[in-house]
């Protein structure tokens, strides 16, 4: 008797509570057994699977950063190295001390302006042919071809050299589109793709 009536006291202890959310429904009428397959031996259609693709290229940003960065380690090494000649035919002295500390100069004084050199010029390069490259300037040209990287190149010339009148600009420009002659030929000769390599016109 006592049982009975503490149960029935338990039971209107609870009333009134809250049992919580209801179980899940673990029934596997939802899945699609292919999806999991083949771990289950379940052949799936044969139907292939496509990756984007992105027609564009890479961005404007990051192909500047890209170049940039190159472009500053090559001439931070290209410039501490004559930095280190330099250093070490210009010291006063033949002391340890005295000869570290020219080529450590030198080093430093070089490879720095190289350096910022080359990135700056390789984001003007970057610009001007993003900006050949929207305009399509190519379908202008006809069998002349690739033209944005040769203009790209003679309009980062001729705008480094600005500053220095129209004969120096136009020198610098010249100089530019000549070494994307240059690398192209070079190219067409040993068969590789013209701009294979992803760095400026290389």
């Known amino acids: ?34 999806t999991i397959a083949p771990a289950l031996g379940v052949p799936r259609k044969a139907q292939p699977d496509y990756l984007d693709y992105d ?29 280190l000649r330099e250093g070490l035919a210009n010291t006063p002295s033949s002391r340890f001390k005295v000869k570290l500390n020219s080529v450590l100069n030198h080093c430093g004084r070089h490879g720095s302006r190289a350096g910022n050199v080359f990135g700056v010029l390789s984001i003007m390069y970057s610009l001007y042919e993003w900006q050949a490259d929207k305009l399509e300037i190519d379908q202008y040209t006809g069998p002349i071809q690739p033209v944005a990287p040769a203009l790209a190149a003679f309009m980062t010339g001729a705008t480094f050299k600005s500053q220095a009148g129209p004969r120096v600009a136009a020198l610098a420009g010249t100089i530019g589109l000549g070494a994307v002659g240059v690398t192209y030929a070079a190219y067409s000769v040993l068969g590789v793709p013209y701009g294979s390599k992803g760095y400026l016109f290389f």
């Not at 006592?2 to 009428?29: E, H």
């Not at 890479?58 to 501490?80: E, H, P, W």
Request: aromatic letters at 6%; proline letters at 3%.
């Open 1 to 34: 008797m006592s049982d009975i009536n503490d149960s029935s006291n338990s039971g209107g202890r609870f009333q009134g509570m809250d049992a919580g959310a209801p179980l899940p429904d673990l029934s596997l009428k939802g899945i699609q057994l292919s």
């Open 55 to 83: 027609t564009g290229g890479r961005g404007i940003v990051v192909t500047m950063f890209a170049n940039a960065g190159l472009s500053y380690t090559l001439g931070i090494v290209g410039g501490g190295l004559y930095g």
